[in-house]
């Protein structure tokens, strides 16, 4: 009989821990238990909990060993719903590899937009910039390479393309990955006036919406 395979956990420093998952998909769900342990006070104290694309950082951390060993055999549950409801995006599909991307998918330049938007797409995890989010939701035969070349400078509300994932730039800055459209505004992706400045925060489902009269 195969036993369930325990959690990779590792020290980060004196008080964190490092958990690595095996997939994007449970990566997700760990964090989503993480949260929902932290909100029902069964959670011991930690400070931050922080996803990545395969990983999950628990930061300010009292007892990192006992907080371990009491993770290590714990089963991770299927992702339950969000209940903040989806957030949705509006796109103007006017970026210069839209015809690249189109290429890559099979699809006419046309067609780019209203495959995109079709899908739910989830904040994965952040970071890059302030305000970046990395969204997943693309079926994997719409994968596609960052560029050959990178680009000097990518403009504010640039969507934008790589590998498994979708993202909309918050400021501009350098950047090697496919742009398909724009967000008319961006400004909104990263507020410090908010309490929670990033719009888009890890769990938050995603919805790209044409805008009116844009293809």
């Known amino acids: 009989m195969n036993r369930r395979r325990p959690l990779d956990i590792r020290p980060a420093g004196r008080h964190a821990l490092l958990v690595e998952l095996p997939d994007a998909e449970r990566t997700g769900a760990f964090h989503a238990e993480l949260l929902r342990l932290r909100a029902a006070g069964t959670l011991p104290p930690v400070e ?7 990983t999950v950082l628990l930061d300010g951390v009292a007892d990192p060993e006992a907080l371990a060993r009491r993770l290590a055999d714990r089963d991770i549950p299927a992702q339950a719903a969000d209940d903040r409801g989806t957030m949705e995006i509006p796109v103007r599909y006017d970026g210069p590899d839209l015809a690249d991307v189109a290429a890559l998918w099979g699809i006419g330049a046309d067609e780019v937009a209203a495959r995109h938007s079709s899908y739910t797409y989830r904040v994965a995890f952040c970071g890059f910039a302030p ?7 693309l079926p994997p035969e719409l994968h596609v390479p960052r560029r050959g070349t990178p680009r000097t400078r990518v403009p504010a509300g ?7 994932y979708s993202a909309v730039y918050p400021r501009a800055t350098p950047g090697g990955w496919q742009l398909i459209g724009t967000m008319p505004d961006p400004a909104r992706l990263w507020d410090l006036a908010r309490d929670e400045p990033a719009l888009l925060v890890p769990g938050t489902r ?7 009269g844009a293809a």
């Open 48 to 54: 931050e909990i922080v996803p990545g694309a395969r």
């Open 131 to 137: 305000g970046f989010g990395y969204l997943t939701g």
């Open 158 to 164: 640039a969507v934008a393309l790589a590998g498994p």
């Open 206 to 212: 995603v919805r790209f919406v044409t805008e009116a």
